[in-house]
């Protein structure tokens, strides 16, 4: 089973700051299939990126993916104050099981 | 417009049973795959289960396996997770979410129903 390990686990930011979030698998992700969900409090998460770097319907060009293998990047390149949330990598579809990381607090400083 | 609407959830002894429900409607259910996914309280995500749109492709969690049976069913647009043997831990947030594929991302998520697990 493919372990998921994001880091930091608290980013304390302000708004235009740039975000530089982790993931690392405990083994290659093939094809790329990993994704990236925003959470806020109260709601249900929502996909910004799959396949590690393609960007979900609706989500703004401030948010990228990149990365292979088995580490990978989350980026927000200026933050706004709705980006304020907790961020989870999810590898999926190997051997018909599906693993998240333990997610990424941006919070403001 | 996609609606997920889960329901079934409620406060239920240890080792007892429940049956979750999910409710689709605004897309065409059996052209996508479907997924439980929970959130036990100030916790991260946990996948549970998933199932392709024919009921060919079946995954369990480690932490589920041989207690928790996900089943849909196409003509009434709806996914089900009959839950056996609970225990405390399985308290949480129970969101039902669909994906295009088995193995694709799950791109809209329900709002969930709460099970909590105590005596």
């Known amino acids: 089973e493919i372990v998921l390990t994001q880091s930091p686990g608290t980013l304390s930011l302000s708004p235009g700051d740039r975000a530089t979030l982790s993931c690392r698998a405990s083994?290659?992700?093939?094809?790329?299939?990993l994704a990236w969900y925003q959470q806020k409090p109260g709601q249900a998460p929502r996909l910004l990126i799959y396949?590690?770097?393609s960007r979900a319907t609706g989500i703004p060009d401030r948010f990228s993916g990149s990365g292979s293998g088995t580490d990978f990047t989350l980026t927000i390149s200026r933050l706004e104050p709705e980006d304020f949330a907790v961020y989870y990598c999810?590898?999926?579809?190997?051997?018909?099981?599906?693993?998240f990381g333990p997610g990424t607090k941006v919070d403001i400083k | 417009e996609v609606q997920l609407v889960e329901s079934g959830g409620g406060l239920v002894q240890p080792g007892r049973s429940l049956r979750l429900s999910c409710a689709a409607s605004g897309f065409t259910f059996d052209d996508y795959a479907m997924h439980w996914v929970r959130q036990a309280p100030g916790k991260g995500l946990e996948w549970v289960s998933g199932i392709s749109w024919n009921s060919g492709s079946i995954g369990y969690a480690d932490s589920v396996k041989g207690r928790f049976t996900i089943s849909r069913d196409n003509a009434k647009n709806s996914l089900y997770l009959q839950m056996h043997g609970l225990r405390a831990e399985d308290t949480a947030l129970y969101y039902c979410?669909?994906?295009?594929?088995?193995?694709?991302?799950?791109?809209?998520w329900g709002q969930g129903t709460l099970v909590t697990v105590s005596s």
């Open positions: 083994q290659s992700v093939s094809s790329s299939y």
């Open positions: 999810l590898q999926y579809g190997r051997s018909l099981v599906f693993t």
């Open positions: 979410a669909k994906a295009s594929y088995y193995d694709s991302p799950f791109d809209f």
């Open positions: 396949g590690a770097s």
